[in-house]
Nanobody
Framework: QVQLVESGGGSVQPGASLRLSCAASGFTFATYTMKWYRQAPEKERELVALINSDGSTNYADFVKGRFTISRDNSKTTAYLQMNSLKPEDTAVYYC???????????WGQGTQVTVSS
């Protein structure tokens, strides 16, 4: 069955870096668009970044220049490199996989990122 397992979250100080990983299995990873979302307490889930099967990427304005999404199809893993972290980046980060805009989306269980001094 489809599995998305996030890892790499943690508690860091402002300005620090973290790299999140999303290990995928159970589907043809290379053909899927991979996305990272986040949800802060009492806020709606929001899209952070996406990477298409052709490697093209897109970012939310609030992370442009700080976060980088990537994928390694040989390892069926997506990554989110997060630099210059801010307290407002504190949230649970979720991995999402979807082949097309009309196909079913799959979600991971999330990983907590806390940025605090």
């Amino acid at each position: 069955q489809v599995q998305l397992v996030e890892s790499g979250g943690g508690s860091v100080q402002p300005g620090a870096s973290l790299r999140l990983s999303c290990a995928a299995s159970g589907f043809t990873f290379a053909t899927y668009t991979m996305k990272w979302y986040r949800q802060a307490p009492e806020k709606e889930r929001e899209l952070v970044a996406l990477i298409n099967s052709d490697g093209s990427t897109n970012y939310a304005d609030f992370v442009k220049g700080r976060f980088t999404i990537s994928r390694d199809n040989s390892k069926t893993t997506a990554y989110l490199q997060m630099n210059s972290l801010k307290p407002e980046d504190t949230a649970v980060y979720y991995c999402n996989a979807r082949r097309t805009v009309i196909s079913r989306a799959y979600w991971g269980q999330g990983t907590q990122v806390t940025v605090s001094s």
